[in-house]
């Protein structure tokens, strides 16, 4: 496939991994860093070489004509997948962003048991992600 450079120092053995990878003909993908940044010295002289220029993940999808990873409304979502008419108090609420399960039951008006219930479910069916700390978003990268 290929590899990509986050962060690499003039002298350091990101070159010699991305030698190897050359020599195997595999593409070589460069984040841009600061020019201040020391550390990013040898990313940035890989861009001036060969390096292909990395913003965000479909950079690389398109390298390789792969689909492309869009962000998708929660419309979307309920006519891509069959979403349960209970799952669509939830969606409403979480569709604003990333949100504790307090205020999540709090706008929903359900009990925590209940919506511990109903977010465990989508979260097993790929419609919500949790995070750290009792928080909830919906999945917003997906293949199409």
Known sequence: ???????????????????????????????????ENKKGEGTNRLLKRDGKLVTNANDILEYFNMKQIKQISIDEIEKQVDVKPEYKKIYKVIQ??????NQISKETKMNIG???SKLLMMELEGLIESKPGNNYEICKNTFI
């Open 1 to 35: 496939m290929g590899v990509l450079v986050i962060e690499a120092a003039q002298k350091s053995g990101t070159g010699i991994t991305v030698n190897y990878a050359r020599r195997q003909g595999k593409a070589i993908f460069c984040i841009p860093n600061s020019l």
């Open 96 to 101: 604003k962003g990333k949100i504790h399960i």
């Open 114 to 116: 209940e919506l511990n």
